[in-house]
C-alpha cells in the first residue's frame, strides 16, 4: 500500500476526531446543565455552538500545520 495513502487516511481519522469530539462534548455537558439548572434548551444551544466553534479552530489550526509540514517536505 502506498504511504501517501495512508497518511491521508490518518489525516482524515484525525479530522473527523476533532470535530466529533467537541461538538459531542458539547452535547453532553449542555444536556447534563439543562438537566441540574432545569434551563433547557439554553445551555444546550450554547455548548453546541461553543463545541462547534471548537472543532472549527481546531481544524483551521490542523490544516495549517499539515500544509505548512507538506510545503517543508516539498521544498525538500
Same mark, same amino acid.
Given at each position: 500500500?502506498?504511504? #501517501?495513502?495512508? #497518511? ?13 469530539? +467537541?461538538?459531542?462534548?458539547? !452535547? ?6 439543562? *438537566?441540574?439548572?432545569?434551563?433547557? +434548551?439554553?445551555? $444546550? $444551544? /450554547?455548548?453546541?455552538? $461553543?463545541? /462547534? ?7 483551521? %489550526?490542523? /490544516?495549517? #500545520? !499539515?500544509? #505548512? ?5 516539498? %521544498? *525538500?
Amino acid at each position: 500500500m502506498d504511504f #501517501k495513502a495512508l #497518511k491521508n487516511l490518518a489525516y482524515l481519522t484525525q479530522i473527523a476526531f476533532l470535530m466529533l469530539t +467537541p461538538i459531542i462534548g458539547g !452535547v453532553f455537558i449542555g444536556n447534563w446543565l439543562d *438537566e441540574h439548572f432545569n434551563t433547557s +434548551p439554553w445551555l $444546550l $444551544l /450554547v455548548c453546541i455552538i $461553543l463545541g /462547534v466553534g471548537t472543532a472549527f479552530m481546531s481544524l483551521y %489550526k490542523f /490544516v495549517m #500545520k !499539515v500544509t #505548512k509540514n507538506d510545503d517543508e517536505d516539498t %521544498k *525538500e
